[in-house]
C-alpha cells in the first residue's frame, strides 16, 4: 500500500483531484443475487471435448450485482464462461431506458466457469459442429432467461442502495500457474511452467454498513477457471464460486462477487478434482477475510466511468484455397474453414479487425480499474502495473464481452494456444497482430486520468 505520506504529497501536487477528501463521507451502495442454474440439461462451454448435454448440478451458478454511488455504477460478476458483448449491451440498453445507467457505468464480468450453460454465438465453433436442434432450443432458451436475469440483478442492486463505506487492500494467492510450455522460445502445449509469469496478486473491495457490518466484497484473480477439466459435465461454478460462497456463509446477508483478471495463460494448479476446486474457492476466501479483517485503503464513492471501443487487427486471413485445405481436417479446424469458405462463397469477406471495449473506474485518485474484453494474457496486467501506480491499480479481464484470448506481442511471437489454436473456436480468420498491445495500453493510457499514469 501507498503510505499515507506519498499519497497526501500526490493529493497535494493533484490539487484539482479533491474527490480523495470525501473518504469518510458514507457512499450509497446496493447489492443483489440471482441464481442463475438452469433446471434443465443444456450444452456446457469451454471444453470441446462434451459431446452430451449436462449431467445434474454440482455447484449453483449465480449472477451477483453490486451498485456503487448516488451516480451509480453497476458491477456483475456471472457464473459463465463468457457473456458476450450482445448480451452485456442488451442488459445495458435495458437499464439505460429503464434507470438512465449510461452504457460507461455498466460492467459485466464472467467467472470464466468451463461448467456452465453455452450461450447462442458463444465459441461458435468448438464442438466441431452445429448443435442438435434440441440442444440449442436450451441454449436460446437460457441465453434469454440469463440476459433477463442479469437485467434483474442489477436493477435491484440498483435499488436497494444504503449507506455504505468502501476500502479496499490486495493480498496473494499462490494456485494461479502459467500453464505456456515452452522450448527455444516457442509454445509447445499445456502444462504447469513456474517460470513464466503469472498475477498472483487479490485485489479486495471492502463495502461495511455505517456500523461496521460487511456488505459486500468484490474479489479479483487472475487465473483460468478451470480446475475440472472435460470429463466433469456438471453444472459447476467452479472456484470461483466456491470462494463467493464460502464468504458469504461466513457474513450472512452479505454478497462476495468475483472477477477474473489477466489469466488466460494460467491455470490452477493442481487441477481435476473437487477437492483441489473447493481448495483454491477456500484459499480465495481465507486471504479475502485476512484482508477484510485488517486495514484497507478508504475509497470514495464518486466514481469517474470512461468506455470506449477499439479495433484490434487480425494478421492477414487465410486465403481460400487455405481454408478448403483446412476445410478438409477432422474437428473444429474442419468445421471453421468450411464455415469461412461459404462466408466467401456468398460474396463476404474475412474479419480484419476485432471491435474491443476497454472501461476504466476511477474511485477518486485512490484506485483505477481497467475492464478489458477477452481472455487477457498476464502480459497485459504486468505491463500497466509498470507503466501505472500499481499500488492503485486493479485490471479486470473478461469484461462486458469475451470474443477471443487477447495475445501480448511476447505471447504472439511464442505462438500456440492462446495466438492461434484458440482463434478457431471463437470464429476468428487468424491470429492479431502485435500491435494490439501498443493499442490496448495506449487506450487504457488515455482512458485513466492522469495521476495513475507513470508515462
Ligand atoms: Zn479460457
Same mark, same amino acid.
Given at each position: 500500500?501507498?503510505?499515507?505520506?506519498?499519497?497526501?504529497?500526490?493529493?497535494?501536487?493533484?490539487?484539482?483531484?479533491?474527490?480523495?477528501?470525501?473518504?469518510?463521507?458514507?457512499?450509497?451502495?446496493?447489492?443483489?443475487?440471482?441464481?442463475?442454474?438452469?433446471?434443465?440439461?443444456?450444452?456446457?462451454?469451454?471444453?470441446?471435448?462434451?459431446?452430451?448435454?449436462?449431467?445434474?448440478?454440482?455447484?449453483?451458478?449465480?449472477?451477483?450485482?453490486?451498485?456503487?454511488?448516488?451516480?451509480?455504477?453497476?458491477?456483475?460478476?456471472?457464473?459463465?464462461?463468457?457473456?458476450?458483448?450482445?448480451?452485456?449491451?442488451?442488459?445495458?440498453?435495458?437499464?439505460?431506458?429503464?434507470?438512465?445507467?449510461?452504457?460507461?457505468?455498466?460492467?459485466?464480468?464472467?467467472?470464466?466457469?468451463?461448467?456452465?450453460?453455452?450461450?447462442?454465438?458463444?465459441?461458435?465453433?468448438?464442438?466441431?459442429?452445429?448443435?442438435?436442434?434440441?440442444?440449442?432450443?436450451?441454449?436460446?432458451?437460457?441465453?434469454?432467461?440469463?440476459?433477463? /436475469? $442479469?437485467?434483474?440483478?442489477?436493477?435491484? @442492486?440498483? %435499488?436497494?442502495?444504503? +449507506?455504505? !463505506?468502501?476500502?479496499? =487492500?490486495?493480498?496473494?494467492?499462490?494456485?494461479?500457474?502459467?500453464?505456456?510450455?515452452?522450448?527455444?522460445?516457442?509454445?509447445?502445449?499445456?502444462?504447469?511452467?513456474?517460470?513464466?509469469?503469472?498475477?498472483?496478486?487479490?485485489?479486495?473491495?471492502?463495502?461495511?454498513?455505517?456500523?461496521?457490518?460487511?456488505?459486500?466484497?468484490?474479489?479479483?484473480?487472475?487465473?483460468?477457471?478451470?480446475?475440472?477439466?472435460?470429463?466433469?459435465?456438471?453444472?459447476?461454478?467452479?472456484?470461483?464460486?466456491?470462494?463467493?460462497?464460502?464468504?458469504?456463509?461466513?457474513?450472512?446477508?452479505?454478497? /462476495? $462477487?468475483?472477477?477474473?483478471?489477466?489469466? @488466460?495463460? %494460467?491455470?490452477?494448479? +493442481?487441477? !481435476?478434482?473437487?477437492? =483441489?476446486?473447493?481448495?483454491?474457492?477456500?484459499?480465495?476466501?481465507?486471504?479475502?477475510?485476512?484482508?477484510?479483517?485488517?486495514?484497507?485503503?478508504?475509497?470514495?464513492?464518486?466514481?469517474?466511468?470512461?468506455?470506449?471501443?477499439?479495433?484490434?487487427?487480425?494478421?492477414?486471413?487465410?486465403?481460400?484455397?487455405?481454408?478448403?485445405?483446412?476445410?478438409?481436417?477432422?474437428?473444429?479446424?474442419?468445421?471453421?474453414?468450411?464455415?469461412?469458405?461459404?462466408?466467401?462463397?456468398?460474396?463476404?469477406?474475412?474479419?480484419?479487425?476485432?471491435?474491443?471495449?476497454?472501461?476504466?473506474?476511477?474511485?477518486?485518485?485512490?484506485?483505477?480499474?481497467?475492464?478489458?474484453?477477452?481472455?487477457?494474457?498476464?502480459?497485459?496486467?504486468?505491463?500497466?502495473?509498470?507503466?501505472?501506480?500499481?499500488?492503485?491499480?486493479?485490471?479486470?479481464?473478461?469484461?462486458?464481452?469475451?470474443?477471443?484470448?487477447?495475445?501480448?506481442?511476447?505471447?504472439?511471437?511464442?505462438?500456440?494456444?492462446?495466438?492461434?489454436?484458440?482463434?478457431?473456436?471463437?470464429?476468428?480468420?487468424?491470429?492479431?497482430?502485435?500491435?494490439?498491445?501498443?493499442?490496448?495500453?495506449?487506450?487504457?493510457?488515455?482512458?485513466?486520468?492522469?495521476?495513475?499514469?507513470?508515462?
Amino acid at each position: 500500500m501507498r503510505s499515507l505520506i506519498t499519497a497526501s504529497l500526490i493529493t497535494a501536487c493533484l490539487g484539482s483531484l479533491t474527490q480523495a477528501a470525501d473518504t469518510d463521507a458514507p457512499t450509497l451502495v446496493g447489492v443483489a443475487v440471482v441464481d442463475i442454474t438452469p433446471d434443465y440439461p443444456i450444452r456446457l462451454n469451454g471444453y470441446g471435448g462434451r459431446k452430451t448435454e449436462s449431467e445434474g448440478v454440482s455447484s449453483r451458478l449465480k449472477a451477483r450485482a453490486l451498485a456503487i454511488g448516488e451516480s451509480p455504477v453497476v458491477l456483475v460478476s456471472v457464473d459463465n464462461c463468457g457473456v458476450p458483448v450482445r448480451i452485456s449491451d442488451e442488459v445495458a440498453a435495458r437499464l439505460k431506458s429503464k434507470s438512465s445507467l449510461p452504457r460507461e457505468r455498466l460492467a459485466v464480468c464472467s467467472t470464466h466457469t468451463h461448467c456452465a450453460p453455452c450461450l447462442s454465438n458463444g465459441i461458435p465453433f468448438i464442438f466441431g459442429a452445429p448443435l442438435p436442434n434440441d440442444q440449442q432450443a436450451h441454449v436460446e432458451r437460457y441465453t434469454r432467461e440469463l440476459t433477463d /436475469a $442479469l437485467e434483474k440483478v442489477a436493477a435491484e @442492486a440498483l %435499488a436497494n442502495r444504503k +449507506p455504505s !463505506r468502501l476500502a479496499w =487492500a490486495r493480498g496473494k494467492v499462490a494456485f494461479a500457474t502459467n500453464r505456456r510450455m515452452l522450448k527455444d522460445g516457442k509454445w509447445t502445449g499445456f502444462g504447469a511452467n513456474p517460470n513464466g509469469p503469472v498475477d498472483h496478486s487479490l485485489p479486495v473491495l471492502r463495502i461495511n454498513d455505517p456500523d461496521g457490518k460487511l456488505r459486500a466484497v468484490l474479489v479479483g484473480y487472475a487465473c483460468h477457471c478451470t480446475t475440472l477439466t472435460g470429463e466433469f459435465n456438471q453444472i459447476s461454478a467452479e472456484w470461483a464460486g466456491y470462494a463467493a460462497d464460502e464468504i458469504e456463509q461466513k457474513h450472512p446477508g452479505a454478497v /462476495a $462477487l468475483m472477477i477474473i483478471g489477466c489469466g @488466460a495463460d %494460467a491455470d490452477p494448479q +493442481p487441477r !481435476r478434482t473437487l477437492e =483441489a476446486t473447493q481448495a483454491h474457492g477456500k484459499s480465495i476466501s481465507q486471504e479475502t477475510e485476512r484482508l477484510i479483517g485488517g486495514t484497507m485503503t478508504p475509497l470514495p464513492g464518486a466514481i469517474a466511468a470512461k468506455y470506449q471501443t477499439i479495433e484490434l487487427p487480425f494478421a492477414m486471413p487465410p486465403t481460400r484455397e487455405q481454408l478448403v485445405e483446412r476445410s478438409q481436417k477432422p474437428g473444429a479446424e474442419g468445421y471453421f474453414a468450411r464455415t469461412m469458405v461459404e462466408r466467401l462463397d456468398r460474396g463476404e469477406s474475412l474479419q480484419r479487425t476485432l471491435t474491443y471495449p476497454i472501461q476504466t473506474w476511477s474511485f477518486g485518485d485512490a484506485l483505477g480499474m481497467v475492464f478489458l474484453g477477452g481472455e487477457v494474457v498476464v502480459d497485459y496486467a504486468l505491463r500497466l502495473q509498470r507503466e501505472c501506480d500499481a499500488d492503485r491499480l486493479w485490471v479486470v479481464a473478461y469484461s462486458n464481452d469475451v470474443p477471443c484470448y487477447i495475445a501480448s506481442k511476447r505471447v504472439i511471437a511464442e505462438g500456440g494456444y492462446e495466438t492461434d489454436g484458440s482463434m478457431i473456436y471463437y470464429g476468428r480468420p487468424n491470429h492479431f497482430e502485435p500491435a494490439v498491445e501498443d493499442l490496448i495500453v495506449d487506450t487504457v493510457h488515455n482512458l485513466l486520468p492522469t495521476p495513475f499514469n507513470k508515462r
